[in-house]
Structures are given as C-alpha cells and as structure tokens.
C-alpha cells in the first residue's frame, strides 16, 4: 500500500510467517521496509533494514529512514531518466543517419554536437572538425550571410534556416 511496514519481532508476526525461514538464516528478528517513491507517488522499490534483536526504530530513525528513502528514489528516477534520454538519443542518432539529408544539431552557445553520417560523407571532413568544418565547405559567397544569419540566431534565439552552397568533396562542385 506504499507505507512504510515495521515488524518488531519477525518470530510472533504472523504476516512474517512464510519469511521467518529467511530471517532466520540471515540472523535477523526485526525488519522495517520503507517505500521509495517515484515523484508521482508510485512505488518504485524498498528501503529495508534488519536488526539482530527485536526492535521498534525511534520516530527519529524513520525520519532520516524517510530522507534516505527519499534520495535513493531521486538517484533511481534520475537514472531512469538518463536511460530514457540516451534511448531517445540513440534513436534520433539512428533515424538522423538513414537519412539522405545533411541533419546537424548545437548547442544554444552554437558549438555543433552532431552531425550525420550524410555530413561526413558529402564533406570528407574528420568527425573531429566540429564548427570549424563549416568553413571549409561553405560557398564563399554564402558564408558571409550565414555568419550574420548564425549570429542573430544565436544572439536571439530565433530558428536557423537557410540554404547554402556546400562543397562535395568527391565531385570538388559546389
């Protein structure tokens, strides 16, 4: 039910009685089991702690019981979380890269995070060229416009669009 679950002695609970083998050869006789809690209140796992003796934890121990259940849920959620983002980015990579467009992404100070295997392909370019591959491979009379243009998008927020000359590199045409 998401409470929390206090046995003070495992051997005389009855709700215990199908564990008290476990218990036993573990070499404990109280047990509590503090729920962790998802940010929308489901219950995503348990906070336990066993004592050799019988035993009831103080209103001051359940409090930092609580804390601790807390931060535990924090840490498994965020971890959810980072698995769920590196899943929708290895999906995005995927999609980006059957692609037979040139998809690029950055990062709102400008510096560029990705680039598809069409961009590699098209320019030759190493994968370690970065912002600085733009250069080599705009048409020289594009690259003025797109600076300015690259510029107030950055400066403003504002969305990036805008078609340039880019150099093929195996046909050497723009």
């Keep these: 039910n998401g409470e929390r679950i206090i046995i003070e002695y495992v051997a005389l609970d009855p709700f215990f009685e199908p564990h008290r083998h476990v218990a036993a050869a573990a070499g404990y006789r109280s047990v509590q089991s503090t729920p962790l809690k998802s940010g929308n209140g489901k219950v995503i796992g348990m906070l336990s702690t066993h004592f050799r003796q019988p035993h009831r934890p103080s209103e001051r121990d359940q409090r930092l019981l609580d804390l601790h259940a807390r931060h535990a849920s924090d ?6 979380f980072e698995e769920a983002l590196r899943h929708s980015e290895a999906q995005f990579r995927q999609l980006a890269d059957s692609m037979p467009q040139i998809v690029w992404t950055a990062r709102p100070d ?5 680039q598809n295997r069409r961009w590699y392909e098209f320019t030759g370019l190493p994968e370690t060229v970065g912002n600085d591959g733009w250069g080599q491979i705009l ?13 107030n998008s950055l400066r403003s ?18």
Aim: charged letters at 35%.
């Design 157 to 174: 927020g504002a969305r990036f669009e805008m078609e340039v000359r880019l150099l093929d590199r195996r046909q050497q045409s723009y």
């Design 110 to 114: 400008g510096e560029i995070d990705y």
């Design 139 to 151: 048409h020289p009379d594009d690259a003025p416009l797109a600076a300015e243009n690259w510029a």
């Design 75 to 80: 840490l498994i959620e965020r971890h959810g």
